[in-house]
């Protein structure tokens, strides 16, 4: 009855700044009446968007565009610059309780829907630096001061668990093994 495919990908700029972007597209797989739009046929974008974030080496956002090249209404193009606030805000800890400052109503519900999952890309697309082909994706590193990100921000990198054990030992909270 619908279909939603969403990619996001992640660039490193020639000029020291990262692209991330994320596209959303919805369609029907039959033809019916869209009260903004008339008839759509199977296979029409119900929604064709883009969101992409520029951000720097910290994950401060530098820019914020939004394209909408498929909507139901027109006034749906009205909220384009509603994310601009975003800028100069930090991609980490904190993320999902900043974008709540945005209402709904105040912007499109997809675009923002993305954002969440967005920042993951943003972390993703950075994590191995500029040129991480061959790269290790993770070593341990025991003289690391300040906690990573993501320790804590899900299961398997919970303080207690094996994964900061093994690799953030100094941030680890695991009780010893029984002896």
């Not at 904190?94 to 993305?114: N, V």
């Not at 590193?141 to 300040?146: F, G, I, N, R, V």
């Not at 100094?170 to 093994?177: C, D, E, G, H």
Request: negative net charge; proline residues 8%.
């Amino acid at each position: 009855m619908h279909l939603r495919r969403l990619e996001m990908r992640a660039w490193a700029r020639d000029d020291g700044l990262w692209d991330v972007e994320a596209h959303l597209r919805d369609e029907k797989p039959f033809d019916y009446i869209d009260p903004g739009r008339g008839l759509q046929k199977a296979g029409d974008p119900v929604h064709d968007m883009r969101l992409r974030l520029t951000v720097d080496d910290e994950r401060v956002i530098r820019d914020i565009e939004v394209d909408m090249n498929a909507v139901p209404f027109g006034t749906c193009h009205e909220v384009t610059n509603s994310l601009r606030p975003l800028i100069g805000e930090r991609v980490g800890p904190g993320w999902r309780a900043l974008l709540k400052r945005i209402p709904h109503s105040a912007t499109c519900t997809h675009i923002h829907e993305l954002l969440v999952p967005l920042a993951t890309v943003v972390h993703q697309g950075m994590a191995l630096g500029r040129d991480g082909e061959g790269r290790v994706a993770l070593e341990p590193d025991p003289t690391l001061e300040k906690k990573p990100f993501f320790v804590d921000d899900c299961h398997s990198w919970r303080a207690d668990g094996a994964a900061v054990a093994r690799f953030y030992p100094q941030f680890s909270r695991r009780k010893a093994p029984p002896t």
